[in-house]
Nanobody
Framework: QVQLVESGGGLVQPGGSLRLSCAASGTIFSRDDLGWYRQAPGKQRELVAAISSRGSPNYADSVKGRFTISRDWAKNTVYLQMNSLKPEDTAVYYC???????????WGKGTLVTVSS
């Protein structure tokens, strides 16, 4: 069983920055994916970024060059550094873990990011 707890959301002006954190409890292996999804009002949930030991980080085209995902292996924590934020980045951001040996996805409860002047 895996539990994910997000933090770091809030209100920020366009062009500003935020860092999201997701602490994972339970058994997470380095080969498992940890990542971030987001869901804006009236839209489907979409992948923002994901990271594992199996390859390079994966980013949505809309955030490349602005967002950076990183992982602290010892703390089982994944971070999302978000720079040059735009109003269209406003969404609930969800932490996600995909455990390869189980073939299962786990989700956090989400943290709201609002980009507005």
């Amino acid at each position: 069983q895996v539990q994910l707890v997000e933090s770091g959301g809030g209100l920020v002006q366009p062009g500003g920055s935020l860092r999201l954190s997701c602490a994972a409890s339970g058994t997470i292996f380095s080969r498992d994916d940890l990542g971030w999804y987001r869901q804006a009002p009236g839209k489907q949930r979409e992948l923002v970024a994901a990271i594992s030991s199996r390859g390079s980080p994966n980013y949505a085209d809309s955030v490349k060059g602005r967002f950076t995902i990183s992982r602290d292996w010892a703390k089982n924590t994944v971070y999302l550094q978000m720079n040059s934020l735009k109003p269209e980045d406003t969404a609930v951001y969800y932490c996600n873990a995909y455990k390869i040996n189980e073939g299962m996805y786990y989700w956090g409860k989400g943290t709201l990011v609002t980009v507005s002047s």
